[in-house]
């Protein structure tokens, strides 16, 4: 059942531990040392715990602990855009939301249905675990092509299709008891900057950013999304003073002008976009915010607030307004456990998605079917740590990885192409040696196929190879699914989800 109500906390220092959400190592929680320290957070009135890695039951269990120990439900967060997967283990994996757009075609009632379904999936397993504050989705709309950090968890490029998909996340999410969170306020799509490595400046117009990346923010406001995370960025038009820590941004544009009257959260706090600044935690919540999410250190960062409030610069009435808000989301929290999650179904519909998505960019008649008996080589680059143990290898005589490939004189060639969009990575695509030798590579071949397993992006480098096919996913399911498309034995179904070029060439 809903809490009715819950009680104010009683002292200053216990309502700044509510306006924090800490990290939560699910790896760490066999320690009884670790799980002491996380106690020692929930008896300190901490508002919750975005919990990364960890397996299915103890995480489950231990979530489920602290509720029991908390005199204020706890929000417990996590990034979840591919499926609880991404930080449990035993649950389910489902594709990124590039993949999602490729799939689903908005426009037919069937599709719809399968997003549904999927949504509610991640849905059921998120609160089988005790997860009730999914950061999903994300509305940037990848308008970079080197956009390091956004890229493939991005639907698309196109912002009404990126409003569209998110505001069904967001309704199916609420309605199944979650607090649904738009990301990263007012758009992080066009930059090649990672946030967690530098602060990223989106250099355009007020105009410019209101009709594309603050669009989808816009709809997702309308259908109900309950919190919206903001991106650490500099946005002149907008404001100097980067994103995190703009009263104009934060109180002026989300709050005022667009109306939003749910939960602000920060970004990540341990990120380095903001590590130039002063009292970052009092700064974020001048600006506006609400919850400040993943401080480098929970107890250091009420420290710091206690002293701008006795100084002066932060008020207990900024405070009291984001505890108001925060206990008032608390208070519609569900503690019940959907009765019988189906992880085996969920499984079959992940890969269902996965098949539906593989995208034939461009296309030349008489390659396909690659048969067992077929005289290919395949060739891997990229990031090796996914090509290293990838399942194509079993599938062809001839394999190499990029950097020890000589001759292909005449052959039919697969380049696989690996990419992973990642915090603190830096890039997302592959790097200029490797393209330089592809494409010299691809000259010398009969016939040749280019598979982007990860970021479609890097297909706009090859357009001279015969055969160029986006997969958007490095998992194995992804992989497979190409296999089964290259033998023929399902078609490509999916539809690029972006523009891999100004000219429209690669638009099917």
């Given at each position: 059942?809903p809490?009715s109500?819950?009680?104010q906390?009683?002292?200053l220092?216990k ?8 990290r939560l ?7 009884i040392?670790?799980?002491?320290q996380?106690?020692k957070?929930?008896?300190k009135?901490i508002?919750g715990?975005?919990i990364f890695?960890g397996k299915k039951?103890?995480?489950k ?5 602290l509720?029991?120990?908390s005199?204020?439900?706890l929000?417990?967060a996590?990034d979840i855009e ?5 930080q449990i283990?035993?649950?389910t ?5 590039m993949a999602?757009?490729?799939?689903i ?6 599709d719809i249905?399968?997003l ?10 998120a609160k089988?675990?005790?997860i009730?504050?999914?950061l999903?989705?994300v509305l940037?709309v ?11 968890r991005?639907?698309s490029?196109n ?8 505001s ?5 999410l609420?309605?199944?008891?979650l607090?649904?969170?738009a ?9 090649s900057?990672?946030?967690h490595?530098?602060l990223?400046?989106i250099?355009?117009s ?5 009709a594309v ?10 259908t109900?999304v ?12 907008l ?7 703009s ?5 002026g544009?989300?709050?005022k002008?667009?109306g939003?009257?749910g939960?602000?959260?920060t ?6 976009a903001?590590k130039?600044?002063?009292?970052v935690?009092a ?5 506006g ?5 993943h401080?480098?250190d929970a107890?250091l960062?009420?420290?710091e607030?206690l ?6 610069k932060l008020?207990?009435d900024?405070?009291d307004?984001?505890i ?6 608390k208070a519609?929290?569900q ?15 992940s890969v ?5 998505s593989i995208?034939?960019?461009k296309s ?5 079917p690659?048969?067992?008996n077929s005289?290919?080589h395949?060739i ?6 996914f090509?290293y ?6 599938y062809f005589k001839h394999v190499?990885?990029?950097?020890n490939?000589e001759n ?16 603190w ?13 592809i494409t ?11 598979i982007?397993?990860g970021s479609?992006?890097v ?11 986006a997969a ?6 992804a992989q497979k699914?190409?296999?089964k498309?290259?033998?023929?034995e399902?078609?490509f179904?999916?539809?690029l ?8 060439a690669?638009?099917l």
């Open positions: 059942m809490i109500k819950i009680a906390p009683d002292s220092e309502k700044l531990y509510q306006l924090i959400v800490s190592d699910g790896d760490k929680i066999k320690s040392a670790y799980q002491k996380i106690i957070l929930v008896q009135n508002g715990f975005i890695g039951d103890k995480a269990n231990f979530v489920s602990t509720q029991s120990i005199k204020t439900p929000f417990i996590s591919r499926g609880v997967q991404q283990k035993n649950t994996s489902f594709p990124c939301q999602v757009a490729a799939a075609d908005r426009k037919k009632p069937e249905s399968i549904q379904n999927a949504i509610k999936a991640i849905a059921g397993e089988d675990i005790g009730n504050m999914p999903i989705p940037d990848n308008q970079n092509p080197d956009n390091p950090i956004i890229c493939t991005a639907f490029d912002p009404e299709d990126v409003a569209w998909f998110g069904e996340y967001i309704r199916i609420e309605v199944e008891g607090i649904s969170c990301k990263h306020f007012p758009g992080h799509g066009d930059t900057t990672d946030s490595i530098s990223p400046v250099t355009k007020l105009k410019d950013l209101k990346d603050i669009l989808p923010f816009a709809k997702a406001i309308k109900g309950s919190s919206i995370m903001a991106g650490h960025l500099s946005v002149p038009a404001d100097l003073k980067p994103s995190s820590l009263r104009k941004m934060i109180t544009l989300l709050r002008e667009l939003f009257k939960l602000i959260l970004d990540a706090l341990n990120m380095n903001l130039d600044f002063g009292n935690p700064e974020c919540l001048n600006a915010f609400d919850i400040l999410l401080p480098a107890d960062t009420v420290k607030l002293s701008a409030v006795k100084s002066k008020s207990e900024r405070i307004a984001s108001d808000r925060i206990l008032k989301i519609k929290l503690d019940k456990k959907p009765a019988d999650v189906k992880y085996n179904e969920h499984e079959r519909l269902y998605i996965t098949k539906k995208t034939l960019v030349k008649s008489g390659i396909l690659v048969t067992k005289s290919v395949l891997l680059a990229g990031d090796n740590k090509y143990s990838s399942p194509l290898k079993k190499s990885a990029i950097t490939t292909l004189k005449n052959e039919t060639a697969i380049f696989s192409l690996f990419t992973n969009v990642a915090a990575k830096g890039s997302s695509g592959i790097s200029d040696t490797e393209k330089q030798k010299e590579l691809i000259k010398q071949t009969g016939n040749s196929i280019v982007s397993f479609p992006y297909l706009r480098h090859f357009r001279e190879a015969d055969m160029l096919i958007y996913d490095v998992t194995e399911q699914a190409v296999m498309c290259l033998r023929e399902i078609e179904k999916g539809r989800p972006v523009n891999l070029d100004n000219r429209g690669f638009e």
